[in-house]
């Protein structure tokens, strides 16, 4: 995730502001590149209606001559998505998400989402996989993605989905670009948000790598130490 340097993933206005420069474009460019699916969570989904595609040819070009496909898998998470125009998270239509990148759109959610929505993502070519209970399980989702061949997984945010996948300990490594920006506001969402950790339950993370790129955007990555809170 793209993070301020006061740690804020957005605007307190929440609808998907740029947060890093070009080149780290690039760096989250080679990351989908090398996944095998790109997930995001609901609101994320709504707010930005992200295109999650591999944009430069010539990694598209080496994901075909490894005999992958193109593009790699799309994955949303969200609990209940209404239609276009419905009062509610909605998708636009049409949606980037949904129809770019000519790849594998799974769209996991629960019976809250309404016949009417999962047969209008169906038409737009999404695959809903439909969880009883009031969010998605994230672990059986993997375990599911695990089947279909998707094995490696890069989550684009949005902070709630984070800490979710946090708390089930179902998180590898962590990647923050520290962006040289205060977007500020108590409101504005952050890399991490869900419930929250005591100080004795936080997560422990060991730092792998830090590199600073031409914008001045500070990469830090980490391998997440434990498998989730105690
Ligand atoms: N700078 C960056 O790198 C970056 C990246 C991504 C997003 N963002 C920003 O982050 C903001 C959105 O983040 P967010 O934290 O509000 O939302 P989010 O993580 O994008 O979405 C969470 C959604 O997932 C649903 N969900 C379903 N099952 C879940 C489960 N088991 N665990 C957790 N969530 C589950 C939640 O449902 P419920 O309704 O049940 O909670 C909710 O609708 C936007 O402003 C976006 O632009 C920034």
Do not use: C, N
Not at 131 to 149: K, N, Q, T, Y
């Amino acid at each position: 995730m793209a993070v301020t340097a006061d740690g804020k993933v957005d605007t307190f206005e929440r609808r998907g502001a740029r947060v890093s420069g070009i080149e780290d474009t690039r760096l989250v460019d080679a990351l989908r590149a090398a996944a095998d699916a790109v997930m995001v969570g609901g609101r994320t989904l709504v707010a930005e209606d992200p295109r999650l595609t591999v944009r430069d040819p010539v990694l598209i070009g080496e994901r075909v001559a490894q005999g992958r496909p193109p593009q790699p898998a799309k994955v949303a998470v969200a609990s209940r998505l209404v239609q276009p125009g419905h009062a509610g998270m909605a998708l636009p239509s049409p949606s980037r998400f949904l129809i770019e990148g000519a790849t594998l759109v799974i769209v996991a959610t629960t019976q809250a989402t309404p016949s009417d929505a999962r047969e209008w993502l169906e038409r737009q070519g999404a695959e809903l996989v439909v969880h009883d209970g009031l969010r998605v399980d994230l672990p059986r989702l993997l375990a599911d993605l695990a089947e279909r061949e998707i094995r490696s997984l890069l989550v684009e945010g949005g902070g709630t989905l984070v800490a979710a996948l946090l708390a089930a300990g179902l998180v590898d490594e962590l990647r923050l670009a520290v962006a040289p920006l205060l977007f500020g506001g108590e409101d504005a969402p952050t890399p991490v948000s869900g419930p929250g950790w005591p100080r004795d339950q936080a997560i422990p993370l060991t730092l792998l790598e830090t590199d600073v790129d031409a914008d001045g955007d500070v990469v830090l990555r980490y391998a997440v130490r434990r498998a989730g809170p105690a």
